[in-house]
Structures are given as structure tokens and as C-alpha cells.
């Protein structure tokens, strides 16, 4: 658990991670990428480019993919999915296109699911990351264009533990500090992995842009399911210098059958202020609950300063382990 120093000062992060685990035998597993680029600016339209992948690996540590998805999107500046390019239904498409990526935006997809979105798909998983896209692309804006040394309105503030009344990014937003300092390097994301084939065949990096990435495996283990996670949103500058926003790593053990949580660690390693490392201490609140309600699980349980935005989304992931778990059972089906 993440608590004070005795100080009363916000923990220290563990640093940006070099290395990620190997894939195990007897495990499933789904990866994402979502790379966000300005067009022409940060202010104005965003172009999303994401995929993903669904693969099972044997006993004998052999990896066979099982599902993939892939699609660009634009979101003009006030959110609007304004185009979306994909494999999708018609009719899922023009559901979705010409709406906000707000609020009830994801409440939209679920309702989808007679439709052609199964919402355990890839496909709504790629979806559901779009509300986020404006607000991960506003760290872009800050880190290469600034913000004017002035107060600024704070409507953020409240919704998560680094946004919290009185702390650090709060206060600089009042004063007209600088909110966002030089973010630790981020190492290329292939020299990360065991072997190449432990995620998918990305998005390349551009100059200029924001990535997020995400790796979700499920383990059995007699009655019980291991469940690693790892997150990252990073942000490349200019100079193709790529350096990491939000890193959360995540260990958790969960029934085989009711997928009740037993045990839960999430590792903060990289954040943008502060406070932010303290709402992963308070992830102890989700044991003893369905990974089949995570969403709301999440919501109710971690509001917030409690919470953390991007936390949240790693949380809310865990939905997608039952149907991993059952690809073990069944053979990658």
C-alpha cells in the first residue's frame, strides 16, 4: 500500500520500467497500443491510430493468436468522432460517428452489443479508450507548447487524487506555474519485451504524438487466476525523445470461477505530480469484489480523489479477464 512519509510528503515513484515480465505458459493475453497525433495542432483535430491482439499461450510457452483489431479515428476539438475507419458493422459506425467521445459515450457502446460489438471484443476496447483522447493529448499540448504564466480555471480539479484541492497541480494551476516538468525517459517499447511476440506488431512512434500501450495476462493456476498488467502512456517530443506520462504495473490473484479478488498491487511508476502515486493504496478497496463488475466496481468504489483517472482505465481492464480465462480453459476458442 502507498501511504505518507513520515513526513507527511506523498510517496517517491519506483522508476520507469526497463524490462517487462516474459510471457508464462498456460496464460492468455491482450495487448494495445493507441498512438494520438495533433492535426495540425494540439488545439485542433486529433488523428487516433490503435490495434490490438488476443493470444493464448501452451504449457510449453508456445504464443498463437486468437483475435486482432485495427482502426484510425479523428476527433475534432470539442471531442467529436468526426471519422472513424474499422471493420466494424455499418450500423455500429454510424452509431458511434458524429458524437461526442464524452460522457455516456461509453454507455453508447455497451448498447451496441446486438448491434456487432460484443463487448468484450477488441473492437470495444479499442472504443472505450477514445473519452480519454482529449485529456491525453492536453499533456501533449503542455509539455511542447507550455501554458501561459497566468491563473488558469480549474475544472479538473476533484476529480483525482493529483487533482485534489491544495495540491501540487492545483496550486500551480492558481500561481501559473509550469504544470508539467521533463518526464522521465521512456525506453523504446520492443527493447521492453522478452521476445517480440509478447505484443503485437504496433503503431511505429512519431515525432510529436502520445502513445498509450497496454498488456493484460491471465495465468491459471488450479483454482485461481494470476493476473499481470502493465500500462503506459508516454509522450514523444519534437526530437523523437519518448518519455513516460503514466506507467502502472499490476499484480492481482482472482477465483477461477467467481473471479472474486483475493489480492491486488498496482505499482505507480511513472506520474505527473506528486500526489498521484497515493490513490494506488487505495486499490485494497476492490478485494473481495467481481472482476465481472470492475467497471462499476471501480467507479463506486474509487471516486474521486481516491482514485486516479488513468488508474482507473487500468483498473476498468481487468473487466476483459474473464473472457481471457476462459480462452485458457478453452483452449484459445
Known amino acids: 500500500m502507498v501511504q505518507l512519509t513520515a513526513g507527511g510528503t506523498p510517496p517517491a515513484l519506483f522508476g520507469v520500467a526497463a524490462r517487462l515480465p516474459a510471457r508464462r505458459p498456460s496464460s492468455a493475453r491482450r495487448t494495445s497500443d493507441l498512438q494520438v497525433t495533433p492535426h495540425p ?28 483489431a485495427r482502426l484510425s479515428a479523428v476527433l475534432d476539438n470539442g471531442s467529436v468522432l468526426s471519422r472513424l475507419t474499422a471493420p466494424l458493422p455499418r450500423s455500429v459506425v454510424e452509431a458511434v460517428t458524429g458524437h461526442p467521445t464524452v460522457s455516456g459515450f461509453r454507455a453508447g457502446l455497451r448498447a451496441l452489443a446486438d448491434a456487432g460489438l460484443p463487448p468484450d471484443s477488441l473492437d470495444a476496447a479499442l472504443l ?6 482529449r485529456l491525453v493529448s492536453g499533456y501533449g499540448r503542455i509539455a511542447e507548447l507550455g501554458e501561459p504564466p ?6 479538473l480539479v476533484g476529480v483525482c487524487t493529483g487533482w485534489a484541492e491544495d495540491a501540487t497541480a492545483h496550486r500551480l494551476s492558481q500561481t501559473g506555474g509550469h504544470l508539467l516538468s521533463r518526464t522521465p525517459e521512456a525506453p523504446g517499447f520492443p527493447a521492453m ?4 511476440a509478447d505484443f503485437h506488431l504496433e503503431h511505429p512512434s512519431r515525432s510529436s504524438s502520445m502513445h498509450r500501450r497496454r498488456i493484460l495476462e491471465v495465468t491459471a493456476q488450479e483454482q485461481e487466476l494470476a493476473i499481470y498488467e502493465y500500462f503506459r502512456d508516454s509522450h514523444v517530443d519534437r526530437d523523437g525523445r519518448e518519455g513516460s506520462l503514466h506507467e502502472y504495473e499490476l499484480h492481482a490473484v482472482a477465483d477461477r470461477d467467481s473471479l472474486v479478488l483475493s ?24 478485494l473481495g469484489t467481481s472482476l465481472r463488475a470492475a467497471d462499476s466496481e471501480v467507479k463506486a468504489r474509487l471516486p474521486g480523489t481516491l482514485g486516479c483517472t488513468h488508474l482507473s482505465d487500468v483498473l476498468r481492464f481487468l473487466r476483459f479477464v474473464e473472457p481471457l480465462g476462459a480462452r485458457i480453459a478453452g483452449g484459445g476458442h
Open 41 to 68: 495542432t494540439w488545439d485542433q483535430d486529433l488523428l487516433v491510430r490503435a490495434a490490438a491482439r488476443d493470444a493464448v499461450v501452451d504449457g510449453h510457452g508456445r504464443l498463437t493468436e486468437t483475435a486482432s
Open 150 to 155: 497566468r491563473p488558469r480555471p480549474t475544472p
Open 263 to 286: 489480492a491486488i498491487t498496482v505499482t505507480p511508476r511513472a506520474l505527473p505530480f506528486p500526489e498521484c502515486p497515493l490513490a494506488s493504496g487505495n486499490v485494497h478497496a476492490l
Open 128 to 133: 472505450d479508450d477514445l473519452p480519454t483522447v
Open 193 to 196: 519485451l522478452d521476445h517480440p
